[in-house]
């Protein structure tokens, strides 16, 4: 795919769908110039130029994103360098979406805002913040099962969450854990460095836990004032902008599947609508929550064969199959193949 990266345009509007800030890749240049190679003789045949990267609005697909993580990876010899990117990005890369969230009355409501708002940012990848029974979740999922890079953007990702938190919850607050829902890499130490020390490999989905005490906590010198500009600047945004329903479960189902809340009930409940207005607008658009649910069950099963060593067993009672049996018909009739031979076919 030939690279199609986008100047900002000066009009407020979201990412296009499939697309990212470059904000993430900001950093890029200067550790490929601390491992001795040439930046733009890198970056150039991806299309991320000096001029792209000037302006942290600018976009560019999320998949060349992943290419250009992998890529570095290889260049460099450095098979974390996902991780260094993530540890070296400034946090003030989230534009409005972190001024409404350090601004927010408490710990909670910035979480919260960064699951509302985080289509901001990227249109290419979804969090979620949940608590239960004193332990905080907060998730990261991408939306499209091949996606280039896939171990690269979720070890970003995991450490610009622990950066977040630390810089809401205070500079000596370390996660309960992570999870990384891809394979253990040969050398472990820098993960413990970077996301602290424990941190689990080929798990059913990526996130970071930690104390959900915490939520409740005040933001220290939080601006209502920014805060609720900020919010209202955000809606306006994400209003005038593409808000496709079909989109807008696509971005929740991953979630609801993972927490076993994949039901026209709860999808109902997260959009606003009653389940019988949920069936008629899916009608309309020629498609139904079963066929929607199937898609997003396929999409995360693939990312975790293909990424990580989890046991089919688990990863059929994670999708909420009845039993592994039912979970490798069900996949043998979305790919063709059994769970085992597609993941032996695919697997990176």
Known sequence: MAPNPKL??????????????????????????????????????????????????NVLPFADT????????????????????????????????????????????????????????????????KSLDGIGVLRYALLDPHMPGYSHILDLA???????????????????????AHERPTNVAPYHALLGPAVRFNAAETAVMFDAHCLDQPIANADPVVHQF??????????????????????????LMMARRATTTELSKVLGCSERTLRRRLSARGTGFTKLREAAAFGVAQQLLANSAIPI????????????????????????????????CHRR
């Open 230 to 255: 900020m919010t209202t600047h955000a809606n306006e945004i994400e209003v005038t902008s593409d808000g496709d329903l079909i989109d807008q479960i696509e971005r929740l189902m991953p979630f």
């Open 8 to 57: 900002h345009q000066n009009s407020p509007e979201l990412p296009p769908i499939g697309m990212v800030r470059v904000a993430a890749l900001v950093p890029v240049p200067a550790l490929l110039a601390e491992f001795g190679h040439d930046p733009e003789a890198v970056l150039g045949p991806f299309g991320v130029t000096k001029k792209l990267l000037s302006d942290s609005q």
């Open 66 to 129: 992943g290419r250009v993580l992998e890529h570095c990876a290889l260049v460099t010899n450095v098979p974390h360098f996902g991780l260094l990117t993530g540890d070296r990005e400034n946090l003030s890369m989230l534009g409005v979406l972190g001024l409404i969230m350090f601004n927010a009355h408490t710990i909670g409501e910035a979480l919260a805002a960064l699951s509302e708002h985080f289509v901001l940012h990227n249109r290419g990848a979804v969090i979620e913040c």
């Open 158 to 180: 995991m450490v610009v969450a622990v950066k977040v938190l630390r810089r809401l919850c205070g500079p000596h607050w370390t996660p309960v854990e992570v999870w990384l």
């Open 313 to 344: 067993t688990d990863l059929s009672d994670q999708l909420g199959f009845a039993n592994p049996s039912a979970f490798s018909r069900a996949f043998a009739r979305w790919s063709g193949m059994p769970p085992r031979q597609w993941r032996s």
